[in-house]
């Protein structure tokens, strides 16, 4: 018998994974309406080469429920809006394979923020407050910005570590797995962290580390961060959040002295 040919214990052919049949326990809740209550409601697919949990839920709500709520645009990794919890863990739709799942998912809404429906949630609303509240701008000294002044030069080494922060797509997974957000709504997350760990790399922001620490140097910013890295491990895009947070948890330590 052929290696390809080998049967299972009770004598069946298995399947390639490519002919699975899929199963997405999704939880359904629309709080928009007084008298819905959330609900677990099952769809089953057929596995496609190369599908995407993406391509599998726009199959569902395009074959089977119209009225299944999920967010996408880039369909790339790059927006961050179709981030979920895929098993307990928060990861982005269209960069999980299906083939990397098993054949019953359990999929709900990221935790922590604004629920839309299902699973559907409004992340944007709180990267917004987060980013005025850590004002996550460049703030020179200068007036009046010339335009026809040539670039400021900036050491290639520094441009990579401050473009390695600028890839965060603000998609909420490290929020989402964070036990201190899970208790405070005021928490500034990992997110907020590389935000600030970008704007302190920054040579053209004039902000000092006073500023900084008035920011973040409480309980709601690095004193309340309980560095176990749930952050770091979920981070689709692999941003280097451990290194960023323990460096700003040892200087506004040191300054808070
Ligand atoms: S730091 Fe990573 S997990 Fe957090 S919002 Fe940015 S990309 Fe998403
Ligand atoms: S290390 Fe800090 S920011 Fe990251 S998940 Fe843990 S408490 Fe949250
Ligand atoms: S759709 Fe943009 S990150 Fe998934």
Known sequence: MSASAQTHGNGSIPKPRSQRQLVFNVLRYDPARPEAVPRMQ???????????????LNEIREQQDPTLQFDFVCRAGICGSCAMMVNGRP?????????????????????????????????????????ERLQTWLHTQEGERDLR??????????????YEMDRCVECGCCVAACGTAQMRKDFVGAVGFGKIARFR??????RSDDDFYDMIGDDTGVFGCMSLLACHDVCPKSLPLQTQIAFLRRKMAAMGL
């Open 91 to 131: 990861q982005l739709a269209c960069r999980t394979l299906t083939s990397a799942l098993p054949e019953e998912t359990t999929l709900a809404p990221l935790p922590f923020f604004e629920l839309i429906g299902d699973l559907s949630v409004n992340t944007g609303k709180w990267m917004r407050g987060m980013s």
């Open 42 to 56: 099952a769809y089953k697919i057929e596995e496609a080469d190369s599908m995407t949990l993406f391509i599998a």
């Open 149 to 162: 002044r040539i670039e400021e030069r900036m050491e290639p080494e520094l441009a990579e570590q401050i």
């Open 201 to 206: 790399l920054d040579p053209r922001d004039g």
